[in-house]
C-alpha cells in the first residue's frame, strides 16, 4: 500500500512555471510506475505524464509535450511535474497516480492507476 500527497500547486500568471511534487509512503517507491492526470471543473480526468520505475523512460499527453516535465526520485520517495509556458487552459486539479503493474507504464487510462493523491489545484490566470 501506498499514500500519495501532492504540493506545489498555486496561482500562477500565463506563461509562468509551477512544480509539482508527489510523495509517496512506503519503502517501495521505486516498484511503482508513476504519473500525473489532471482534472478541470466539468471535465472527465485527463492523462499528463507517466514515468517508468527507474525514471529513464517518460510519456506526456500531446497537449503539454514540450512544456511538461516529469521526474522521480527514488531515493527520496518523490515523483515531480515541472510545468513551464503554462496555459488558461492547464488549470485543473492534479493528481499523482501510481501502479505496482509495471505493464501498465505509460498508461493514459484512469483504470490502470491503484493509487491516486487528493490533488493540488492549478490555477493559470490570463
Known amino acids: 500500500q501506498v499514500q500519495l500527497v501532492e504540493s506545489g500547486g498555486g496561482l500562477v500568471q500565463t506563461g509562468g512555471s509551477l512544480r509539482l511534487s508527489c510523495a509517496a509512503s512506503?519503502?517501495?517507491?521505486?516498484?511503482?510506475?508513476m504519473g500525473w492526470f489532471r482534472q478541470a471543473p466539468g471535465k472527465e480526468r485527463e492523462f499528463v505524464a507517466a514515468?517508468?520505475?527507474?525514471?529513464?523512460?517518460?510519456h506526456y499527453a500531446d497537449s503539454v509535450k514540450g512544456r511538461f516535465t516529469i521526474s522521480r526520485d527514488n531515493a527520496k520517495n518523490t515523483v515531480y511535474l515541472q510545468m513551464n509556458s503554462l496555459k488558461p487552459e492547464d488549470s485543473a486539479v492534479y493528481l499523482c497516480?501510481?501502479?505496482?503493474?509495471?505493464?501498465?507504464?505509460?498508461?493514459?487510462?484512469?483504470?490502470?492507476?491503484?493509487?491516486w493523491g487528493q490533488g493540488t489545484q492549478v490555477t493559470v490566470s490570463s
Open positions: 497516480v501510481g501502479t505496482r503493474n509495471f505493464r501498465r507504464a505509460y498508461s493514459t487510462q484512469t483504470s490502470a492507476y491503484e493509487y
Open positions: 512506503g519503502r517501495t517507491f521505486s516498484s511503482y510506475a
Open positions: 514515468v517508468n520505475l527507474r525514471g529513464d523512460n517518460k
